[in-house]
C-alpha cells in the first residue's frame, strides 16, 4: 500500500548541486528506515545513505561529506542534497523504505522493502 516517487534528477556540471525529493504516499504510518540508493548500466544498487525514523544517518564513503539525507516525517518526504557533483554520481537514485518493523540500520538494498522508480542524475565534465 505504500507508493515512493521521487523528483529533482536532472543534468548538471561537474562541481553543481542537486537535490532529490521522495515523496510517500498510502498507508505509511509508524518508524521507518529510509534511505537514498544508486544504480548505473551493468552495475549493481549501491546505498548511498540512510536515516533511521529518530534521525540517525549513514553514507557511503563516496558521498561522505558531500551528500547531506534529511527527512520531513510531517510532510512525509525524504531529501537528499547532493553538492560538489562528480562525473562519477551519475546514475538513476532510487528512494527506499523499509518495512518499519526489523529495526535494522544497514546501508544496503537488501535491509529495504519498498522501491520508488527513480530520478536519474547526469553530472558532466
Known amino acids: 500500500q505504500v507508493q515512493l516517487v521521487e523528483s529533482g534528477g536532472g543534468s548538471v556540471q561537474a562541481g553543481g548541486s542537486l537535490r532529490l525529493s521522495c515523496a510517500a504516499f498510502?498507508?505509511?504510518?509508524?518508524?521507518?528506515?529510509m534511505g537514498w540508493f544508486r544504480q548505473t548500466l551493468g552495475q549493481e544498487r549501491e546505498g548511498v545513505a540512510i536515516?533511521?525514523?529518530?534521525?540517525?544517518?549513514s553514507y557511503a564513503d563516496s558521498v561522505m561529506g558531500r551528500f547531506t539525507i534529511s527527512q520531513d516525517n510531517a510532510k512525509r518526504t525524504l531529501y537528499l542534497e547532493m553538492n560538489s557533483l562528480k562525473p562519477e554520481d551519475s546514475a538513476m537514485y532510487y528512494c527506499?523504505?523499509?518495512?518499519?518493523?526489523?529495526?535494522?540500520?544497514?546501508?544496503?538494498?537488501?535491509?529495504?522493502?519498498?522501491w520508488g522508480q527513480g530520478t536519474q542524475v547526469t553530472v558532466s565534465s
Open positions: 536515516i533511521s525514523s529518530d534521525g540517525r544517518t
Open positions: 527506499a523504505a523499509d518495512s518499519g518493523q526489523t529495526g535494522i540500520f544497514v546501508l544496503h538494498p537488501w535491509a529495504f522493502a519498498y
Open positions: 498510502g498507508y505509511f504510518y509508524g518508524s521507518h528506515c
